[in-house]
């Protein structure tokens, strides 16, 4: 008798999609009763972050046994509180505040520290806490698909040549889905791990080049991922930041944390990875196997950078290059120091100062665009050119030979660890 009360006194509960009538006594029994209720929930402790936190929420602290249930209630919810603010025009200034969010996508290696990066240094410093919105890898969506919970993360490894397409095209999907529930977020700075770009230049192609990924199956990834990406602007970043450890210190730390799906993957691999990103993010070196030793240019491209990244951040360009990333900058970050962030906290602050400065320097570009070429003014256009033959090109034309790069040191992203 009780339960037909509840469900009469809270009708408009059960037209959520995943409300049924006992997931809607446990909402009750919560205070959640109706769906205003449920939307000022989400707008209190949900907007502007993962969907996946309100998931959890709905499963831990309601009592949502099912977490399909779970996911389609947080959708529901966030569409309808989504509507809702395009709708009321007083919600002018989130709008803007949307529309001039900066995206960065964290990009490195398996094992780099991707994860610790943005949870240690983004979410833990004053410089960085209070601007980003981090939006981790949704390696729970590989490890959890469908009602059956298959793990494709684990059957691509486990069986690669057999699900390699398979999950590469998953993956993308959760990349879209991913950019989608974070974009509602009102923090001015999104710091997404990983993208569709380096699926495509890293990945896709060791996978590829691997024989696990054959020619008709890469023809039709490359036949949707273009026209998808053009039509999809959320998930071209405004900046990479690229986190850069050798392979073999990437394979101590992927030993070290053993994440049961990756026991099979071989240093061989992350060579074959570190070398993709090389080629892709930091091309001067590619073929040199991770050695960290690289360039600082004397005559760098941008005199509006802060000293501090001054010698780190380089613009994509190359015929290699997708085009809608072409001249995009990022960011690079030294990742080879076992530092301990718990401990060492100007160590933390030294990199948040970084990622800090790189967001002010995009912001400022993006406030005012570049002028077209040929106008007069290169202070805006990227004045080093990366040709795929090992060389520069410095602005005044002047050519900057491969042997010299040889003698050049690549400076600590870390200041304190230099000297």
């Known amino acids: 008798m009780g339960s037909t009360a509840l469900i009469i006194g809270n009708p408009d509960l059960l037209t959520i999609p995943g409300v049924g009538p006992r997931n809607l006594i446990k909402l009750v029994e919560k205070g959640i009763g109706g769906v205003a209720e449920l939307k000022k929930l989400y707008r209190d402790k949900f907007f502007g972050k993962s969907s996946q936190k309100m998931v959890e929420f709905l499963q831990s602290c309601v009592g949502i046994i099912h977490k399909n249930h779970a996911e389609s209630i947080t959708t529901y919810i966030k569409e309808s509180v989504d509507e809702e603010l395009k709708e009321d025009s007083s919600n002018s200034d989130v709008k803007q505040v949307q529309k001039k969010r900066i995206t960065f996508c964290v990009e490195g290696n398996i094992s780099v520290g991707k994860t610790t990066f943005l949870q240690r240094i983004a979410n833990e410093t004053l410089e960085l806490r209070d601007l980003v919105e981090i939006v981790p890898e949704p390696i729970d969506k590989w490890q959890d698909v469908g009602p059956d919970h298959f793990n494709i993360l684990d059957a691509f490894y486990a069986e690669p040549q057999r699900y390699a397409y398979t999950f590469q095209n998953y993956v993308f999907v959760t990349r879209v889905?991913?950019?989608?529930?974070?974009?509602?977020?009102?923090?001015?700075?999104?710091?997404?791990?990983?993208?569709?770009?380096?699926?495509?230049?890293?990945?896709?192609?060791?996978?590829?080049?691997?024989?696990?990924m054959n020619e008709m199956e890469i023809s039709i990834y490359d036949s949707w991922f273009d026209p998808v990406v053009s039509c999809l602007p959320g998930l071209i970043p405004d900046g990479f930041i690229y986190l850069r450890a050798s392979p073999d210190t990437c394979h101590k730390r992927m030993q070290l944390r053993k994440?049961?799906?990756?026991?099979?993957?071989?240093?061989?691999y992350l060579h074959d990875l570190h070398e993709k990103h090389e080629s892709w993010l930091f091309p001067f070196q590619s073929g040199n196997h991770g050695v960290l030793s690289v360039s600082k240019l004397p005559l760098h491209m941008d005199s509006t950078l802060h000293p501090d990244i001054r010698d780190r951040v380089f613009y994509l360009e190359g015929d290699h290059m997708h085009s809608s990333i072409q001249r995009v900058p990022a960011l690079i970050l030294d990742c080879?120091?076992?530092?301990?962030?718990?401990?060492?906290?100007?160590?933390?602050?030294?990199?948040?100062?970084?990622?800090?400065?790189?967001?002010?320097?995009?912001?400022?570009?993006?406030e005012v665009p570049s002028l077209e070429a040929g106008?007069?003014?290169?202070?805006?256009?990227?004045?080093?050119l990366l040709p795929q033959n090992g060389e520069?090109?410095?602005?005044?034309?002047?050519?900057?030979?491969?042997?010299?790069?040889?003698?050049?040191?690549?400076?600590?992203?870390?200041?304190?660890?230099?000297?």
Request: charged fraction near 35%.
């Open 259 to 268: 994440r049961t799906e990756e026991g099979g993957v071989s240093l061989e």
């Open 177 to 212: 889905m991913q950019e989608r529930e974070s974009s509602g977020g009102i923090k001015p700075l999104r710091l997404m791990e990983r993208s569709v770009f380096s699926d495509r230049m890293v990945f896709v192609r060791a996978v590829h080049e691997a024989n696990w």
């Open 392 to 419: 520069l090109w410095v602005p005044d034309g002047k050519h900057f030979p491969e042997s010299a790069l040889k003698s050049l040191d690549f400076s600590r992203a870390m200041s304190f660890m230099s000297g």
């Open 375 to 384: 106008e007069g003014d290169t202070s805006c256009r990227p004045q080093v």
């Open 336 to 366: 080879e120091p076992n530092i301990d962030f718990s401990r060492d906290i100007e160590a933390k602050r030294q990199y948040a100062r970084q990622v800090a400065e790189f967001f002010e320097f995009v912001k400022k570009k993006k």
